[in-house]
């Protein structure tokens, strides 16, 4: 219409912003479904994990996935493990399978800043490990193996790439300043910060968001175990947790790379492995409200004062995760709010009782009352 129309037309000035109007707006249109697509596959990848991992971010968008292997110390020697990676523009993330739940839960992740890296490694002949890189984060550095020279090349080109783009982006845009340009004119320009200032800082920001990241799966994660510390133990070597006697330890796995014989677990935000045979786990998950607690947001739960509720995760801050057998919910309640019932002591009951070898058939009846929160004679 623009083009048919006299520019000495008296709304032809009119017509030209009602067409930069129709141009902004397309584009706000076309920025919004890459966006949304963009957070599409980010939410399609979140699906393939275990409840209470968060991938979905604003600004995140998902870049490849694969079955990768990395290299592990074992007691026999040097052994690939087996993951599958998952890359996003600002997160490198590998986890394990379950064969249960057939979801992924993430075994390690982080995000892709200041503190990230890859160092290539050269092709060693030497070795059964011939094609690899290694990867350097905050937290840990491990070695990425592959099969052959164009997946290596193919996961070293993707990652530089993330890294490249998450270092532009700390970069500031100076425009020259025209010959002629007067500088009484403008304001001097700002001193920009020193390279090890940027990078402190986008470490920092790295930290933060990880720091944040824990904290949402603490709280919106699914149930884990919790033990009681039976002697103290000073860790001696770095990774292992400090205890001490009657601490309360978040057992997060009960598996580790030093084998089973070590756990990982958390003590007030502090997490690292220590020896299984220092703590025990807890046995009694049966309590009562002692008072009417009103939950607040979705991921608490109400209680009335007399309610029983079954405890599956004893948090050490306080909060624990329980289901409300009145109500049937679940959700976060603050441990004091609740004391010991009754029920332990007859569940107390009934597991000697099915330990015993001539009563093994009563074992699937305890288990089922168990699982439905109900106990015989409760």
Known sequence: LVKRTDSANADFGDLEKALELIKKSATHINEAVKRMDRSRKVRAVQDKFTAGTQFVAPSRQFIREGHCAKLADGQFGTYRQKYQFFLFNDLFVYADNSKLTKKYKVHFQSDINAAFSLKDLPNDDTTRYKYRFEIITHAKRFTMVFKDENMKTSWRDSINKCIEARKSSLNYAVKEKPADEDDSSRPPRPKRPSDDIVTMLFELHGKLEHAKALV??????????????????????????????????????????????????????????????????????????????????????????????????????????????RSKEYGWIPANYVEEAEQNHQMDLYIDLVKSPANKNKRKTVSMFAGEGGLPGS
Not at 224 to 230: F, I, P
Not at 311 to 323: E, L, N, R
Request: net charge negative.
């Open 216 to 325: 949402d799966q603490k709280r919106n994660g699914p149930p884990t175990r919790a033990a009681v510390v039976l002697f103290d133990y000073e860790a001696q070597d770095e990774g292992e947790l400090s205890m001490a006697a009657g601490d309360t330890v978040e057992v997060l796995e009960t598996e580790s790379e030093h084998g089973v014989e070590w756990w990982q677990g958390e003590i007030n935000g502090n997490v690292g492995i220590f020896p299984s045979n220092y703590v025990k786990l807890f046995k009694r998950c049966w309590f009562t409200a002692t008072a009417e607690y009103q939950g607040d947001g979705e991921n608490e739960l109400s209680l009335a004062e007399g309610d029983v509720v079954k405890v599956t995760k004893m948090a050490t801050g306080g909060w624990w995760y329980a289901k409300n057998m």
